[in-house]
């Protein structure tokens, strides 16, 4: 369930993207996430109707989940030695 659309959720949304930007294991990604997140928060911040809005928060809330995911296995990557590419 969605927490309510206020603005102090859609922030701890924001901040819980870059927390997970910083823990990336490459700068890339990092990078990536951030530009991302500060392009999608902007974009929204001008809607109003209550649908898009709820719709705008679920979709953050998965973001969130899908870096998270990401983060871990990049992580467990790097740990094996397995990540190719630039590091940090």
Avoid: C, W
């Avoid at 997970?20 to 990092?30: D, G, I, K, S, V």
């Avoid at 990078?31 to 001008?46: T, W």
């Avoid at 809330?61 to 990540?83: I, K, P």
Wanted: charge should be positive.
């Amino acid at each position: 369930m969605t927490a309510a659309a206020t603005p102090s959720r859609v922030l701890s949304l924001y901040r819980a993207l870059l927390r997970e930007a910083r823990l990336m294991p490459t700068a890339n990604r990092r990078q990536f996430i951030e530009e991302r997140a500060g392009r999608e928060f902007r974009a929204g911040g001008s809607a109003s109707d209550p649908q898009q809005i709820a719709f705008l928060i679920s979709l953050a809330e998965v973001q969130v989940d899908n870096a998270a995911a990401q983060r871990q296995l990049l992580q467990q990557l790097h740990q094996q030695g397995n990540l190719k590419g630039p590091r940090s």
